[in-house]
């Protein structure tokens, strides 16, 4: 817990003009990492934590540290951090920043995220930025190239950047030969199983993006139905906060190359009139921080009233496990739902080894009878929520490039919650009695596939 206390307030005082960040090290600017650990270290709660960071503030004369690359507007973000509360303290760095002024419309299906995703390109009028794990042949992605290639002969710039082991190089000719700026991603220095690039990404015009589970195939809007019903869920964001959602793109577009050249694109979000506070945020295996696993972990340990999460893939450490179980254990109302129809046996293996503690420590575990939830959610207390490509697995948290976005007293956060409990009418709670007990054989292969991170 010290650790990530250490990491919000590091954060918070780097926003606060304490620090700067550069090639991934801190900079001190006006007192030492060691002082401000040190500091951490006496700090017994959230709550000092929160304290001693606003004290320092006004020590500082609320002075923000700004980026040189960072966009005038964030010059406020002392003040969205004070008023969006303790829990973004912690969960926020200096490299993902928290936004007010964003609009967030939540999708409970892939079907109601494809209707939005094809309104959303219809209306494109510059720019058009896809990045997508899977993009397959089929209804799906013939709904939106017949949308494309109209908007690349009104000169809209278009591109398009997927992985570079789900996808090829025919496929990548092929969508050029639509028009559309096609790249795959491809770890740089080596090939490699990791090191994907599993993010769900759209950004058009600069000020509208979509986030979430669902990828550019048929099964996602159960066109195909390879694994009985697919369950899947996005957002789309407008204001602000897509500012850094074009920063995700860029940041793998050409490895990131062309990130200084993104400034123009980045601009042009604009500001809505809107509830809470949003904060896009992106995972690498490259950068030394674990951002999404510390987002999920914050998230369990705050938890007060309730903890809802949909993860289709649990292969979680001891440290996450000891998190969900600690939340039921104090009281808190903990939903966990998993797939009834596995895409991956050997998944289903893995997650069957948590299975038991969960259930002991009051976790209501309930599988999807209808198929395959594919969704990556978690919502807390009315009050927070995320959303995005982020498994509940070490493949996510430490191998892949993910992105995701963290929502606190946003409206749609009702619209997670409702659809969280609508899904339980379609599925059976796991009791005691219903567990069955691996095999020894299952035990050793679930143990073995836990550990080959590369096949996760």
Aim: with cysteine; charged share 25%; proline share 4%.
């Amino acid at each position: 817990m010290k650790k990530r206390l250490a990491s919000g307030i590091m954060a918070a005082l780097m926003l606060c003009g304490c620090g700067s960040v550069k090639n991934g090290s801190v900079k001190d600017s006006s007192s030492s990492a060691s002082e401000v650990l040190s500091s951490v270290e006496e700090l017994s709660s959230a709550g000092e934590v929160s304290s001693a960071v606003k004290a320092d503030e006004s020590s500082q004369a609320r002075e923000v540290y700004v980026r040189p690359d960072m966009p005038a507007h964030l010059t406020q973000q002392l003040d969205i951090l004070d008023r969006a509360g303790d829990r973004f303290y912690l969960l926020t760095n200096s490299r993902y920043p928290v936004y007010s002024n964003t609009e967030v419309s939540y999708f409970p299906t892939g079907e109601s995220f494809y209707e939005a995703l094809l309104d959303e390109l219809a209306q494109a009028e510059e720019t058009i930025f896809l990045e997508y794990f899977i993009v397959r042949d089929g209804e799906m992605l013939g709904g939106i190239l017949d949308i494309l290639t109209e908007k690349i002969a009104d000169g809209v710039d278009v591109r398009l950047l997927c992985d570079g082991f789900q996808q090829n190089d025919a496929f990548c000719e092929e969508m050029k030969g639509y028009g559309i700026d096609c790249r795959l991603y491809r770890e740089p220095d080596h090939v490699s199983i990791n090191e994907r690039d599993h993010r769900k990404l759209a950004v058009i015009d600069g000020k509208t993006a979509f986030m979430g589970g669902v990828n550019l195939a048929d099964e996602y809007i159960n066109v195909d139905s390879p694994y009985g019903r697919w369950k899947d869920a996005a957002i789309l964001m407008r204001g602000d906060a897509v500012r850094s959602c074009t920063e995700l793109f860029f940041e793998q577009w050409d490895s990131g190359a062309e990130l200084e050249n993104s400034a123009e694109y980045i601009g042009r979000a604009e500001p809505a009139d809107a509830e809470g506070y949003v904060m896009p945020y992106g995972e690498s295996p490259y950068d030394g921080v674990d951002a999404a696993r510390e987002i999920y972990l914050e998230i369990m340990d705050s938890a007060e009233d309730y903890l809802y999460i949909t993860a289709p893939y649990l292969n979680i450490d001891d440290e996450v496990e000891d998190a969900i179980c600690s939340a039921a254990e104090r009281g808190v109302e903990v939903i966990v739902i998993v797939p009834g129809v596995p895409d991956k046996l050997y998944m289903e293996l893995i997650a069957r080894t948590h299975y038991e503690r969960l259930v002991d420590s009051g976790v209501k575990l309930y599988r999807f009878t209808p198929g395959f939830i594919h969704s990556k959610l978690f919502v807390s207390d009315d009050r927070v929520a995320t959303v995005g490509s982020v498994n509940l697995n070490s493949r996510s948290f430490y191998c892949d490039f993910e992105c995701g976005a963290v929502l606190t007293n946003v409206p749609c956060i009702a619209d997670i919650k409702a659809d969280i409990l609508d899904t339980l009418a379609e599925c059976e709670l796991i009791t005691e009695e219903k567990i069955i007990p691996l095999t020894p054989g299952e035990e050793v292969r679930a143990a073995m596939m836990a550990n080959l991170n590369g096949m996760m």
